[in-house]
């Protein structure tokens, strides 16, 4: 069956780093378009990064623009998200999906597009 499974958060403190895993098993994954949202407490689903089934193009949120990267491994069926000088603010859990569709600048962020979805990973940012 179709898994996606997060790996890689914790606890950190603010200005610290983290990397995230989105390890995929029951299809290809480069195959389709990859998304990271997160959600904290009282907070909408927020669309955080987006990589092309290509790997050619790499959305962001304007919030973490500058401070994280998304990659696929294709060997390695996984696509990771670096998160460099974290920030209170970026404390949620972080969800990795699979698209439906290629992915476009401006929808990409939109959860409804994404069919699949691991259980998330808890980021918390503290001093």
């Known amino acids: 069956q179709v898994q996606l499974v997060e790996s890689g958060g914790g606890l950190v403190q603010p200005g610290g780093s983290l990397r995230l895993s989105c390890a995929a098993s029951?299809?290809?994954?480069?195959?389709?378009?990859i998304g990271w949202f997160r959600q904290a407490p009282g907070k909408e689903r927020e669309g955080v990064s987006c990589?092309?089934?290509?790997?050619?193009?790499?959305f962001y949120v304007d919030s973490v623009k500058g401070r994280f990267t998304i990659s696929r491994d294709n060997a390695k069926n996984t696509v990771y998200l670096e998160m460099n000088n974290l920030i209170p603010d970026d404390t949620a859990v972080y969800y990795c999906?699979?698209?439906?569709?290629?992915?476009?600048?401006?929808?990409?962020?939109?959860?409804?597009?994404?069919?699949?979805w691991g259980q998330g990973t808890q980021v918390t940012v503290s001093p």
């Open positions: 029951g299809f290809t994954l480069n195959n389709y378009a």
């Open positions: 990589i092309t089934r290509s790997g050619r193009s790499t």
């Open positions: 999906a699979r698209s439906t569709v290629y992915a476009s600048p401006y929808t990409w962020h939109q959860p409804g597009l994404y069919d699949a």
